[in-house]
């Protein structure tokens, strides 16, 4: 009896506008989610049945059903929220993470730092991040994004740079005196560099004009700091010369003697190279470095390779994911570099709880790269993706789904007042 159909076709109205309903109060439920992306219920009908075979037309359907709950994968705002630790995507890719179930894969990126080290979500799983050499450079080599609480060890200064301007128009009348350096030299500085243990020295150079274009230099440290030196007198730990063409720039440098043995148990005869700026006799254009110009001594910058022993105290991403570690002894290192990962199919991923999606047949295998590569979104530092839920809109599908469930009780009623008046006629 073709009334009875209209029964079951309104039973599978209120079922697949009950589910509606709860896609949209998951929705409402998870407006403050990180990274959250709202679904949508997507309606089919059933299978009609057909009045006059494949002629087509005269087809009475036989009601609706839910064929797909697809994720809007639009872009969430991006807020700042000052935390070192949060980062937020903007555009294409989730966060990799793994875990006691595996990898996963999201879009919340509020993470922090482990009692070990490890940056992990709210529920401990850990992001995953191409790793750094010994030099900082990052490799094309995924692991999970650590800092190591060890102290850093020291390093021994290898090569110390001077950019000077040595003053052309002194005469050449001083004969340099280690006794008296001071008014035995035409110029003096004082630098800084680090032996094999991390311990501070200060070396002072002493300048020299020795004859037109040419200077004579020597380096000399407290008595005390060098390996069989005299507290209270200088020792010389490296000596040399340099010289300039005619229109002031560096045409040669060269490193006389050099004896840096610095006490203390560090080691003897460190190489340490005296860099003076691009002579033209090595290949240089004598353009950067020392030069001598007609105008007072002085040292215009320096800058040398060692450190001291040194823990961290700060750590930092910058806007590509990179993770930089600040050291007390003033050093930073590239630790590591966030990793994304790209879907052909981002839609059909798994929803597995906690902010978290797996990969799925359809959804194809994630492909890792750095941000901004390829297609993939930028990292955001100190900012979070916000849910994409617009509760108006979601309030508004509310009262579009309720008047549908209220429209199929409404069939169902009727069909039943109908049978009813079926049961009377006997009467």
């Known amino acids: 009896m073709g009334i009875l ?26 407006a403050n989610t990180v990274g959250f992306k709202a679904s949508r219920a997507e309606f089919q009908d059933i299978i009609s049945k057909n009045l006059k075979g494949i002629l087509g037309g005269n087809q009475i359907g036989r009601g609706v ?32 993470v793994k875990g006691s179930d595996g990898e996963s894969f999201t879009r919340d990126g509020s993470f922090h730092f482990d009692r070990e080290g490890h940056l992990v979500t709210n529920d401990n799983q850990k992001v ?47 004969k340099f005196n280690i006794e008296d350096p001071y008014s035995t030299s035409h110029y003096s500085t004082g630098v800084e560099m680090y032996d094999s243990q ?8 002493f300048f020299n004009k020795v004859a037109d274009r040419k200077w004579e230099y020597k380096g000399l440290v407290d008595g005390k700091e060098v390996t ?56 240089g254009k004598g353009l950067e470095g020392t030069k001598q110009y007609g105008k007072g001594s002085d040292l215009i910058s320096w800058n040398q390779n060692g450190a001291a022993a040194g823990t961290i105290t700060g750590l930092s991403f910058s806007d590509e994911g990179i993770l930089t570690a600040v050291y007390s002894n003033g050093q930073a290192a590239d630790l590591a570099q966030i990793s994304l990962a790209k879907f052909e199919n981002p839609e059909a991923l ?78």
């Open 5 to 30: 159909s209209s029964l079951y076709t309104g039973v599978s109205g209120l079922a697949a506008q009950g589910e509606a309903l709860g896609v949209i109060g998951d929705n409402i439920a998870n």
């Open 228 to 283: 069989g030196g005299e507290a209270g007198k200088l020792a010389e730990v490296c000596s040399g010369k340099l010289e300039f063409t005619v229109d002031g720039k560096l045409d040669k440098q060269e490193l006389v003697d050099s004896n840096f043995n610095f006490s203390g148990g560090a080691l003897q005869n460190q190489k340490i190279k005296l860099n003076f700026g691009d002579a033209i006799s090595e290949g």
């Open 65 to 96: 059903k839910i064929g797909a709950v697809n994720p809007i994968l639009i872009q969430g705002n991006v807020d700042a929220t000052e935390k070192v630790t949060d980062l937020a995507i903007s555009g294409d890719g989730y966060f990799k």
């Open 198 to 205: 991390g311990n501070k020295h200060l070396v002072s150079f």
């Open 350 to 427: 798994f929803k597995v709880g906690n902010n978290r999606l797996k990969e799925s047949r359809d959804s194809g295998g994630p492909s890792m790269g750095s941000p901004g590569a390829a297609g993939r979104g930028k990292i955001y530092a100190k900012s979070l993706e916000r849910s994409t839920v617009d509760i108006a809109t979601e309030f508004v599908n509310m009262i579009q789904n309720q008047r549908g469930f209220q429209a199929n009780a409404k069939t169902i009623t009727t069909t039943d007042e109908l049978l009813n008046e079926v049961i009377q006629l006997k009467r």
């Open 128 to 174: 995953q991040g191409f790793m750094t050499d010994e030099k900082g450079n990052i490799l094309n080599k995924l692991g999970d994004i650590k800092f190591p609480r060890a102290m850093i060890p020291a390093k021994g200064t290898s090569e110390l740079k001077l950019d000077l301007n040595l003053d052309s128009r002194v005469e050449p009348t001083k």
